[in-house]
């Protein structure tokens, strides 16, 4: 008598074999808020929706063909990533910033890169340091959006080696703001700015392999410096800084 064969068990061919479905490559797709939001930082990047101005969700719905809840929960990620800013009954604006605002970000850095420094140089393993320096390219050159994106989670990986955790999270929030800001504010020498961030990570975390914390104290004061006397041109109102921040000593 021909004995009945037993149903295949989930994940088994025809001829009894067991599939791979571990070697089955899982479908990604991103999803339409996700895309929104990156054609979103696009028309910021490129001047489009310049600081300070607001989002028509109609037209931008318009513009990309879909309905205006894509659009609304984008610019709702931006808001919570510092972006944009929402005013009640009036919708969305790109974040701006006043001249004011600037210097104190930047009078920050100073003060926070000195004790930043002085963590790093008391506890951080020579592998590690090693390991950072490496991992700066990692940094994705390939267009604004992709470097100021894997440029912040190569400073929270450096944050998250920090012993101090309360300065690690003042670090972090720091990395975030200038993020903002670079992801604002328009730019016509795009590749020479990020040439310049990823020439000072590099002068760094040298110096910090050879142990020379003046070296590196010095790296951060010159890019301090250096942005501060970048702001007339990024910022209208903004005057020419008549003095550098002094460096604080950790």
Known sequence: ??????PARPGEGREGQRM?????TPL?????????????????????????????????????????G????????????GVLVSRPRQGFYVVNFTPAEIRDIY?????????????????LPMAARQAILADIGSIDTTDREAF??????????????LRNRFLAELMTALHRKFYVISAVVPVTDNAVREQWILAVLRRFWTAMIAGDVDAARAVMAEDTAHWLADLPQRFTGVPPS?????????
């Open 20 to 24: 791979n479905l571990a070697s089955t």
């Open 1 to 6: 008598m021909n004995r009945r064969r037993a």
């Open 107 to 123: 009078e920050t850095k100073n003060w926070l890169e000195a004790a930043f420094i002085a963590d790093l140089a008391a506890h």
């Open 28 to 68: 990604h797709s991103p999803s339409l808020t996700q895309t929104v939001r990156g054609q979103l930082m696009r028309l910021i990047a490129q001047g489009t929706l310049r600081p300070g101005a607001r989002l028509n969700e109609v037209h931008l719905a318009e513009r990309f063909g879909i309905s205006r």
């Open 148 to 161: 100021g994106e894997t440029l912040l989670q190569f400073r929270r990986r450096v944050c998250d080696q």
């Open 242 to 250: 008549s003095a550098p921040l002094s460096v604080v000593r950790g």
């Open 70 to 81: 894509p659009v609304r929960e984008a610019a709702r990620e931006l808001e919570g990533a």
